[in-house]
């Protein structure tokens, strides 16, 4: 009796040893910052931020050849990307100097991450002033592509690097008053 018991135990042990998964490892698209922020996020309003379905879910999803898609079931993003876009972009524009209230409006069209490539954004944008003379809104589009490492933790680098990139570029289009400004 005491030996069949030590054998299911040993059996039961071995096969949730089997079962055992990888730790899952959590990312964030607003970068470790240095120093305190200075500035105040309350001239801009995000009105909405929308993504590609393929990509709306709390894994990271990345490109394999020319049509196939990975869901990483190990590596997530801290918040739903669209709550990680919207961090870090009221983290970049935080200590943007604007002069002026304004919403912003963001209709990412990609967001391709290929280890060892690139990582890219393709969204469309708009701002809109608020309050006192109203000017009319400005609709922007803007592709943004940073080569990224290997590792998935390059490769959230590389969209932080986009992320940062758009945020001066939206910061530039309210500054400016012009209309769209050009990625460099």
Not at 15 to 22: E, F, I, P, Y
Not at 88 to 109: C, E, F, H, I, P
Not at 111 to 118: K, L, V, W
Request: proline residues 5%; hydrophobic residues 40%; contains cysteine.
């Amino acid at each position: 009796m005491a030996f069949s018991l030590k054998i299911t135990l040993v059996t039961a042990l071995l096969l949730l040893t089997a079962c055992r998964s990888d730790p899952i490892q959590f990312h964030t698209l607003t970068p470790a910052q240095l120093g305190g922020a200075s500035g105040s996020a309350a001239e801009i309003q995000i009105e909405s931020i929308t993504v590609p379905p393929q990509v709306d879910r709390p894994q990271i999803v990345i490109r394999q050849g020319n049509s196939g898609l990975a869901i990483l079931e190990t590596e997530w993003w801290a918040a739903t990307l669209v709550d990680e876009l919207r961090s870090a972009l009221v983290d970049q524009l935080v200590n943007s100097n604007l002069q002026r209230r304004v919403s912003l409006r963001l209709d990412v069209q990609r967001f391709d991450s290929i280890p060892g490539q690139y990582a890219l954004i393709d969204v469309k944008w708009r701002l809109r002033s608020l309050g006192a003379g109203d000017t009319a809104p400005i609709t922007c589009r803007s592709t943004l592509q940073t080569p990224s490492g290997a590792s998935i933790d390059d490769l959230v680098v590389a969209h932080q690097n986009n992320v940062k990139r758009l945020a001066a570029l939206i910061s530039q289009a309210i500054g400016s008053q012009k209309g769209c400004p050009s990625a460099s």
